[in-house]
C-alpha cells in the first residue's frame, strides 16, 4: 500500500505571493490533517479534514485554508505569504477511531523570502 | 492545560543503552490512544508505538516499550539497547474519543546516542 504522498517537497516564495500545497493520503484513510512545524515553536496543528468537510482546526488566522476531494485528496492554501511562514508543512491520514495513528508524508519545505 | 507534556527538551545516552523519554498527558475522556513517533533530520514522521486506554499490558515493539501508568497519567518510551541511528526528535501523542477527535503532540525530546 503507497503511504502518504505530499507535492511539492520543497518551495521557494516571496512575501505576498501564495502557495498550494497538495497531499495524498492512504487509500481508505479518509482523516487528513495539516500541521506546521518550525524550529522555534515546534509541531502546530492546522486542521483536519474528514469526508470533505473541516472537523477541527488549529490556532491559526484565517490566510491558511484548505479542502478535501471526494477521493480524500487535500490541499492547504497559504495566502499572502509572511516571513513566518516558512516551516515544514506535514500532512497526515489515518482511518476513524482514537486507536489509529496517523502516518505522515515526507512534508513539503516552504521557505518564504 | 496541556494536552501533552514532555519535559525533556534533549537526552543523551551511551550507545547499547536503554533510555526512557517522558510523556505525561491531561484528559478526561475515558477513551484514548497514545503513540509515539520519531523525527530523524530528514524530517519524516515515523509511527513507533501505540497504547490504548483499555489496554491492560504495556505495548512493546521491538526494542521500543511503552511504559503505561494510567493512573499517573504518563507513557513514557522505553527504548532499549540504543542505536545510532535512534539519534532524532521524539513526540508523543494522544487522541481522545472513539471518533471525530484531533491529535494532540508533545513538544518533543531530541535524544542524541553517543558512541
Known amino acids: 500500500k503507497a503511504g502518504v504522498t505530499q507535492t511539492p517537497r520543497y518551495l521557494i516564495k516571496t512575501r505576498g505571493q501564495q502557495v498550494t500545497l497538495s497531499c495524498s493520503p492512504i487509500s481508505g484513510h479518509r482523516s487528513v490533517s495539516w500541521y506546521q512545524q518550525t524550529p522555534g515553536q515546534g509541531l502546530q496543528f492546522l486542521f483536519e479534514?474528514?469526508?470533505?468537510?473541516?472537523?477541527n482546526k488549529g490556532n491559526f488566522p484565517g490566510r491558511f485554508s484548505g479542502r478535501q476531494f471526494s477521493n480524500s485528496r487535500s490541499e492547504m492554501n497559504v495566502s499572502t505569504l509572511e516571513l513566518g511562514d516558512s516551516a515544514l508543512y506535514l500532512c497526515a491520514s489515518s482511518v476513524e477511531g482514537a486507536y489509529n495513528e496517523q502516518f505522515f508524508g515526507p512534508g513539503t519545505r516552504l521557505t518564504v523570502l | 492545560a496541556q494536552k501533552i507534556t514532555q519535559t525533556q527538551p534533549g537526552m543523551f545516552v551511551q550507545e547499547k543503552e536503554a533510555v526512557t523519554l517522558d510523556c505525561t498527558y491531561d484528559t478526561s475522556d475515558p477513551s484514548y490512544g497514545l503513540f509515539w513517533y520519531k523525527q530523524p533530520s530528514s524530517g519524516e514522521m515515523i509511527f513507533l508505538i501505540y497504547?490504548?486506554?483499555?489496554?491492560?499490558q504495556n505495548a512493546t515493539e521491538g526494542r521500543y516499550s511503552l511504559n503505561f501508568q494510567k493512573a499517573r497519567k504518563s507513557a513514557n518510551l522505553v527504548i532499549s539497547a540504543s542505536q545510532l541511528g535512534d539519534s532524532a526528535m521524539y513526540f508523543c501523542?494522544?487522541?481522545?474519543?472513539?471518533?471525530?477527535?484531533?491529535?494532540?503532540f508533545g513538544t518533543g525530546t531530541s535524544l542524541t546516542v553517543i558512541p
Open positions: 497504547q490504548g486506554s483499555y489496554d491492560q
Open positions: 479534514y474528514f469526508s470533505e468537510t473541516q472537523r
Open positions: 501523542a494522544m487522541r481522545e474519543g472513539y471518533t471525530g477527535n484531533q491529535f494532540y
